[in-house]
């Protein structure tokens, strides 16, 4: 997924290490909100749904982003 992204950023390296910590807060982001769903008191299988929220999360994000560069302008 790195290289498909440093391809795509035309090998800019600050796009891999901007991926790889986009995955590491995703992997803390996610481990804190089962943890907090399990104490809350929602059960064990309440990660499952914060995982799902975040995903959803992600994605939203991830199409505004995408709309967003698809309509600006090309860059000079």
């Known amino acids: 997924m ?7 950023a035309n090998g800019v390296p600050l796009a891999a290490g901007a991926n790889v910590s986009a995955s590491n807060v ?3 982001l996610g481990a ?5 769903a399990i ?3 929602l059960g064990y299988t309440a990660p ?3 995982g799902a929220a975040l ?8 199409t505004v982003s995408a709309r ?4 600006a302008p090309p860059a000079t």
């Open 48 to 50: 499952l749904y914060a």
């Open 68 to 71: 967003r560069a698809a309509a």
């Open 2 to 8: 790195i290289t498909r992204v440093t391809d795509h």
């Open 39 to 41: 104490s809350a008191g």
């Open 55 to 62: 995903v959803l999360a992600a994605l939203a994000v991830m």
């Open 26 to 28: 995703g992997n803390a």
């Open 32 to 36: 804190w909100l089962g943890g907090l």
